[in-house]
């Protein structure tokens, strides 16, 4: 939900206003483009935190993405995108009062400031025993700790909880000095998706595949290595696959790709790529390996291939189909 402007008339801080400590999640970003993996996030911090609100700002001034889409763009995108979540709500624009901020003796600029800001904004509205919690992707952490006068600001009033992907490891951590015996930092592990890949694929395919923007599974590291090899669904023009130097298939678009499981006479031809199998039936897509004894020249049915490896699941007890990788080529 986007709230248009802080009034203590407003429904959700009426709500909040009534809980005896209310659990208030913030989280602030470009959100250039914005995607369902950063709902996701959110969704998972509110559950697993139980928290009572998410409140979501946007960094007005984009200052480490100079090619982003203006604010207003921006923030119509969100608005879009949060629409139908009660517990997650869209700040207004909340710019600095002065041009050198100050925080102790340090001076701060824009996006610091922009921290400080929303803090006061929101104290104004809520009850004085809110409880903040600073919800972050792993990836966004390790900038954030680059400059750690924005990490004392968190720090003030509020715990910072890190999501952690399951490509982006977070590799590095609080500085022990910023954080005290009431202050905080909690991990939650999160498989999510990023802005930045989504904009490359956009750029290497073209804008018109913007579709794709909720299905992809792509880790970052692997766009580098993907070829021109891609398979449309002739239906409805989409990308489905997308295919890497390395030999393995990658899934975009789950539910155009769904429909090479309902028929036995949907074939994909896959002589160009010997090495690989593919999970259609998982909601995030696990690219595996082939063993190499696989023939190199063969029209596969995919709807076989989903169900060997599904019966090997169910064999062989796997959490992760992935972990097929490290198994002996004898058990295909």
Request: hydrophobic share 40%; glycine share 2%.
């Amino acid at each position: 939900m986007i709230i248009s402007e802080f009034n203590h008339q407003s429904t959700i801080f009426i709500e909040l206003s009534a809980k005896e400590t209310p659990r208030i999640g913030l989280a602030n970003g470009t959100f250039d483009i914005i995607h369902d993996g950063h709902v996701s996030l959110w969704k998972e911090a509110l559950s697993q935190l139980h928290l009572d609100a998410v409140f979501i700002w946007h960094d007005v001034y984009a200052k480490h993405k100079p090619h982003a889409q203006v604010y207003e763009t921006r923030l119509k995108l969100l608005a879009q995108k949060l629409k139908n979540e009660p517990y997650i709500h869209c700040l207004p624009n909340i710019r600095p009062l002065t041009k050198e901020p100050k925080f102790g003796a340090a001076t701060l600029d824009n996006e610091q400031a922009q921290h400080i800001r929303v803090r006061q904004t929101l104290k104004q509205y809520l009850p004085s025993n809110a409880t903040f919690f600073q919800v972050f992707g792993s990836d966004n952490l390790n900038k954030v700790l680059l400059t750690k006068a924005i990490v004392d600001i968190i720090l003030e009033d509020a715990q910072i909880v890190v999501l952690e992907r399951s490509n982006h490891p977070l590799v590095r951590k609080l500085p022990k000095e910023t954080i005290s015996l009431n202050r905080t930092v909690d991990s939650i592990y999160f498989k999510g998706l990023s802005s930045s890949l989504i904009r490359e694929v956009n750029e290497k395919y073209g804008t018109s595949h913007l579709r794709m923007v909720n299905t992809i599974f792509l880790e970052r590291d692997r766009l580098s290595q993907i070829e021109e090899k891609i398979v449309f669904d002739e239906e409805t023009k989409e990308i489905c696959f997308l295919i890497s130097k390395n030999k393995q298939l990658i899934m975009l678009n789950p539910s155009a790709s769904s429909k090479y499981l309902s028929s036995n006479q949907k074939d994909i031809y896959i002589s160009e790529v010997p090495h690989w199998y593919i999970d259609l039936r998982v909601s995030s897509p696990i690219v595996i390996n082939r063993p190499e004894t696989f023939p190199q020249s063969q029209l596969l049915t995919v709807v076989n291939l989903a169900t060997k490896i599904q019966d090997l699941s169910i064999q062989y007890g796997f959490t992760s189909l992935s972990s097929l990788q490290v198994f002996n080529k004898e058990i295909f």
